[in-house]
Protein backbone atom coordinates (compact mmCIF):
# COMPACT_ATOMS: atom_id res chain seq x y z
CA UNK A 1 0.00 0.00 0.00
CA UNK A 2 0.93 3.53 -0.39
CA UNK A 3 3.49 4.86 2.40
CA UNK A 4 3.34 8.76 3.83
CA UNK A 5 4.09 10.94 1.29
CA UNK A 6 6.11 14.32 1.81
CA UNK A 7 6.19 17.16 -0.64
CA UNK A 8 8.14 19.09 -2.06
CA UNK A 9 11.35 16.97 -1.22
CA UNK A 10 13.57 19.88 -1.54
CA UNK A 11 12.59 23.33 -0.59
CA UNK A 12 14.96 26.51 -0.94
CA UNK A 13 14.06 29.42 0.46
CA UNK A 14 15.24 33.19 1.73
CA UNK A 15 15.81 34.55 5.28
CA UNK A 16 12.61 36.11 6.31
CA UNK A 17 10.09 34.00 3.73
CA UNK A 18 7.30 31.44 4.72
CA UNK A 19 7.23 28.26 3.94
CA UNK A 20 4.27 25.42 3.35
CA UNK A 21 5.43 21.46 3.86
CA UNK A 22 2.91 18.97 2.98
CA UNK A 23 2.54 15.45 4.67
CA UNK A 24 -0.10 12.76 3.59
CA UNK A 25 -0.22 9.98 5.85
CA UNK A 26 -1.12 6.19 5.01
CA UNK A 27 -4.73 5.99 4.54
CA UNK A 28 -6.79 5.60 8.17
CA UNK A 29 -4.08 6.64 10.20
CA UNK A 30 -5.09 8.84 13.28
CA UNK A 31 -2.03 9.69 14.70
CA UNK A 32 0.32 12.32 12.76
CA UNK A 33 3.35 13.22 13.56
CA UNK A 34 6.42 16.29 12.49
CA UNK A 35 10.08 15.79 13.49
CA UNK A 36 12.68 17.47 12.18
CA UNK A 37 16.06 16.51 11.84
CA UNK A 38 19.02 18.64 11.70
CA UNK A 39 22.84 18.24 11.87
CA UNK A 40 23.39 19.86 15.28
CA UNK A 41 20.02 18.52 17.21
CA UNK A 42 19.44 15.29 16.01
CA UNK A 43 15.69 14.04 15.43
CA UNK A 44 13.43 16.40 17.21
CA UNK A 45 9.71 16.17 17.79
CA UNK A 46 7.48 19.20 16.61
CA UNK A 47 3.93 18.84 16.71
CA UNK A 48 1.21 15.37 16.95
CA UNK A 49 -1.81 15.28 16.03
CA UNK A 50 -4.71 11.81 17.22
CA UNK A 51 -7.94 12.18 15.62
CA UNK A 52 -9.99 15.36 16.64
CA UNK A 53 -8.05 16.49 20.10
CA UNK A 54 -5.91 19.25 20.55
CA UNK A 55 -2.77 18.75 18.52
CA UNK A 56 0.16 18.55 21.10
CA UNK A 57 2.84 21.72 19.89
CA UNK A 58 5.28 20.92 23.00
CA UNK A 59 7.77 20.10 20.55
CA UNK A 60 7.58 23.63 18.33
CA UNK A 61 10.68 25.39 18.68
CA UNK A 62 8.95 29.04 18.51
CA UNK A 63 5.69 30.42 17.74
CA UNK A 64 7.10 30.76 13.84
CA UNK A 65 6.00 27.52 13.57
CA UNK A 66 2.53 26.39 13.04
CA UNK A 67 0.66 23.48 11.31
CA UNK A 68 -2.39 21.91 10.60
CA UNK A 69 -4.51 18.58 10.12
CA UNK A 70 -7.25 19.24 7.29
CA UNK A 71 -10.08 16.30 7.63
CA UNK A 72 -8.14 14.12 9.85
CA UNK A 73 -5.53 13.29 6.91
CA UNK A 74 -3.74 15.73 5.63
CA UNK A 75 -0.95 18.29 7.13
CA UNK A 76 0.75 21.09 6.36
CA UNK A 77 3.71 22.62 8.56
CA UNK A 78 4.20 25.99 7.81
CA UNK A 79 7.43 27.92 9.20
CA UNK A 80 7.02 31.58 8.94
CA UNK A 81 9.61 34.69 8.64
CA UNK A 82 12.11 31.75 7.64
CA UNK A 83 15.92 32.04 9.89
CA UNK A 84 18.74 29.90 8.47
CA UNK A 85 18.47 28.00 11.48
CA UNK A 86 15.34 26.25 10.12
CA UNK A 87 17.38 24.46 7.87
CA UNK A 88 16.85 20.72 7.90
CA UNK A 89 15.19 17.87 7.05
CA UNK A 90 11.35 18.01 8.16
CA UNK A 91 10.12 14.38 8.51
CA UNK A 92 6.40 13.26 8.43
CA UNK A 93 5.14 10.30 10.39
CA UNK A 94 2.10 8.28 10.79
CA UNK A 95 0.38 5.14 12.94
CA UNK A 96 -2.57 3.75 14.08
CA UNK A 97 -1.86 1.90 16.92
CA UNK A 98 2.25 0.06 16.61
CA UNK A 99 5.01 1.96 15.29
CA UNK A 100 5.34 5.35 13.61
CA UNK A 101 6.39 4.82 9.48
CA UNK A 102 8.12 7.68 7.86
CA UNK A 103 8.09 9.94 4.85
CA UNK A 104 10.71 10.58 3.10
CA UNK A 105 11.21 14.14 4.03
CA UNK A 106 11.17 17.66 2.98
CA UNK A 107 14.96 18.98 2.77
CA UNK A 108 14.33 22.98 3.66
CA UNK A 109 17.50 25.25 2.87
CA UNK A 110 17.29 28.57 4.23
CA UNK A 111 19.83 30.87 2.64
CA UNK B 1 12.90 12.93 31.43
CA UNK B 2 12.90 10.34 29.16
CA UNK B 3 16.54 9.93 26.70
CA UNK B 4 18.07 7.35 25.23
CA UNK B 5 21.60 7.22 24.18
CA UNK B 6 23.56 5.31 21.38
CA UNK B 7 27.15 5.97 22.71
CA UNK B 8 28.82 4.57 19.04
CA UNK B 9 28.52 7.45 16.43
CA UNK B 10 30.46 5.47 13.64
CA UNK B 11 30.93 1.85 13.60
CA UNK B 12 32.55 -0.37 11.38
CA UNK B 13 31.89 -3.53 9.91
CA UNK B 14 33.31 -5.93 7.09
CA UNK B 15 30.42 -7.78 4.90
CA UNK B 16 29.50 -10.93 6.44
CA UNK B 17 30.63 -9.96 10.07
CA UNK B 18 27.78 -9.53 12.75
CA UNK B 19 26.60 -6.62 14.07
CA UNK B 20 25.59 -4.93 17.39
CA UNK B 21 24.64 -1.74 17.83
CA UNK B 22 24.02 -0.53 21.34
CA UNK B 23 21.28 1.60 22.52
CA UNK B 24 20.76 2.88 26.43
CA UNK B 25 17.58 4.52 27.63
CA UNK B 26 16.41 6.65 30.50
CA UNK B 27 12.61 6.37 31.54
CA UNK B 28 10.18 6.23 34.62
CA UNK B 29 9.11 2.78 33.39
CA UNK B 30 9.53 0.07 30.71
CA UNK B 31 8.85 2.44 27.37
CA UNK B 32 7.87 1.10 23.84
CA UNK B 33 11.28 0.87 21.99
CA UNK B 34 12.10 1.12 18.30
CA UNK B 35 14.71 0.41 16.23
CA UNK B 36 14.64 2.78 12.85
CA UNK B 37 17.34 2.58 9.77
CA UNK B 38 17.80 5.51 7.51
CA UNK B 39 19.71 4.81 4.10
CA UNK B 40 21.11 8.19 2.53
CA UNK B 41 18.46 10.67 1.49
CA UNK B 42 15.77 8.49 2.41
CA UNK B 43 13.62 8.59 5.85
CA UNK B 44 13.10 6.35 8.83
CA UNK B 45 12.37 2.53 7.94
CA UNK B 46 10.94 0.68 10.65
CA UNK B 47 13.29 -2.46 11.52
CA UNK B 48 11.59 -3.46 14.67
CA UNK B 49 9.60 -2.22 17.88
CA UNK B 50 9.22 -4.29 21.52
CA UNK B 51 5.95 -3.28 23.43
CA UNK B 52 5.56 -6.60 26.00
CA UNK B 53 6.30 -9.96 25.85
CA UNK B 54 9.24 -12.21 25.02
CA UNK B 55 12.21 -9.95 25.02
CA UNK B 56 13.93 -11.14 21.86
CA UNK B 57 12.46 -9.12 19.01
CA UNK B 58 12.65 -10.15 15.27
CA UNK B 59 12.65 -7.64 12.79
CA UNK B 60 13.12 -7.10 9.02
CA UNK B 61 16.57 -7.53 7.06
CA UNK B 62 17.34 -10.39 9.49
CA UNK B 63 18.05 -8.03 12.59
CA UNK B 64 16.87 -8.72 15.71
CA UNK B 65 17.19 -6.76 19.42
CA UNK B 66 16.80 -7.62 23.12
CA UNK B 67 15.80 -5.88 25.76
CA UNK B 68 17.53 -5.82 29.09
CA UNK B 69 15.53 -4.31 31.75
CA UNK B 70 17.98 -4.45 34.54
CA UNK B 71 20.71 -2.88 32.06
CA UNK B 72 17.74 -0.20 30.26
CA UNK B 73 19.34 -1.97 27.03
CA UNK B 74 17.42 -2.50 23.53
CA UNK B 75 20.46 -3.38 21.82
CA UNK B 76 20.53 -4.57 17.50
CA UNK B 77 21.96 -7.24 15.90
CA UNK B 78 22.56 -8.71 13.17
CA UNK B 79 24.52 -11.86 12.54
CA UNK B 80 26.10 -11.24 8.95
CA UNK B 81 26.17 -7.61 7.33
CA UNK B 82 25.36 -7.11 3.20
CA UNK B 83 26.56 -4.04 1.95
CA UNK B 84 23.35 -2.63 1.68
CA UNK B 85 23.15 -2.85 5.36
CA UNK B 86 25.04 0.26 5.17
CA UNK B 87 23.11 3.14 6.61
CA UNK B 88 21.78 5.14 10.12
CA UNK B 89 20.64 3.53 12.91
CA UNK B 90 17.81 5.32 15.08
CA UNK B 91 17.20 3.68 18.35
CA UNK B 92 13.75 5.38 20.32
CA UNK B 93 11.62 5.28 23.00
CA UNK B 94 7.69 6.30 23.30
CA UNK B 95 5.06 6.47 26.25
CA UNK B 96 3.72 3.02 27.13
CA UNK B 97 0.64 3.33 25.12
CA UNK B 98 -0.66 2.01 21.98
CA UNK B 99 -0.99 5.38 20.03
CA UNK B 100 0.29 8.67 20.38
CA UNK B 101 3.93 7.54 20.93
CA UNK B 102 5.74 11.01 20.96
CA UNK B 103 9.16 9.31 20.18
CA UNK B 104 12.82 10.41 21.85
CA UNK B 105 15.20 9.51 19.45
CA UNK B 106 19.25 8.40 20.53
CA UNK B 107 21.62 10.15 18.75
CA UNK B 108 21.96 7.65 15.66
CA UNK B 109 25.04 4.98 14.43
CA UNK B 110 26.20 5.58 11.28
CA UNK B 111 27.10 1.83 9.88
CA UNK B 112 29.58 1.76 7.02
CA UNK B 113 30.47 -1.78 5.64
CA UNK B 114 33.53 -2.84 4.12
CA UNK B 115 33.80 -5.05 1.13
Known amino acids: GAGVSQSPSNKVTEKGKDVELRCDPI?????LYWYRQSLGQGLEFLIYFQGNSAPDKSGLPSDRFSAERTGGSVSTLTIQRTQQEDSAVYLC?????????FGPGTRLTVL | AQSVTQPDIHITVSEGASLELRCNYSYGATPYLFWYVQSPGQGLQLLLK??????LVQGIKGFEAEFKRSQSSFNLRKPSVHWSDAAEYFCAVGPPRAAGNKLTFGGGTRVLVKP
Open chain 1, 27 to 31: SGHTA
Open chain 1, 93 to 101: ASSLAEGQY
Open chain 2, 50 to 55: YFSGDT
